[in-house]
């Protein structure tokens, strides 16, 4: 099947598709190198990383890292959430301890404990809206948007239904006090790059 037939076959089929359909059929598309994929309410999303996106997603890494093993610290890993199609291969992802891969090799929602997105231009609605929601129905207990254009880290916890209760801001430079979550760990932003 070539790649066009491959999508029409896509679109054709949409009402009966699964997420594992639609993932195995884009890893038979060439994906250009230094994108990352994933579906977001059945829609496939490319994006680039730039410079800026990669630093601060490993400077949070690095410091998840310094309380934290190697094994719970995720990024780029498709975790599927509630919703409809929802894909996602969020930039860093906490696994709570214990934490163990399904039957097909994939996390659960379940046991997610942090997410952090850095904000791109292309994708940014995703990860205030869609990605927030969806969060928030996971009950993941904190979800992190460092906007490097903004120059801010939104920092969203205590889920209640499609939402979150509570939104703190703050300016990079300084900062996030995430001691009183799961995530028992102050987060330093003044090496945040922004654009």
């Given amino acids: 099947m070539t790649a066009l037939e ?28 230094g994108y990352k994929v994933e579906i977001v309410e059945g829609t496939v999303f490319m994006s680039p990383q730039r ?29 599927d959430y509630p919703g409809h199609l929802n894909g996602f291969a969020t930039d860093v992802t906490l696994v709570a301890e214990g934490a163990a891969k399904t039957e097909k090799g ?7 404990e942090f997410v952090a997105e850095v904000i791109s231009k292309g994708t940014a609605a995703n990860d205030y809206g869609a990605k927030k ?12 948007i460092a906007d490097p254009y903004q120059r801010r880290c939104h920092v969203f916890t205590h889920p209640k239904g499609d939402d979150y209760a509570t939104e703190p801001r703050v300016d990079f430079g300084t900062d996030v006090d995430l001691t009183g979550t799961v995530v028992d760990l102050v987060l330093k932003t003044d090496e945040f790059p922004t654009d």
């Fill in 133 to 144: 929601t969806a969060y928030a129905k996971a009950e993941v207990p904190v979800y992190l």
């Fill in 106 to 112: 994939l996390w659960l929602h379940q046991d997610v």
């Fill in 51 to 79: 410079d800026t996106h990669w630093e601060i997603i490993a400077d949070i890494f690095e410091q998840l890292r310094t309380k934290y093993p190697r094994k719970r610290v995720k990024s780029d890993v498709r975790i």
């Fill in 6 to 33: 491959d999508r029409i076959a896509m679109a054709e089929s949409d009402d009966e598709i699964t997420l594992d359909e639609m993932f195995e059929r884009i890893e038979k598309m060439p994906a250009p190198e």
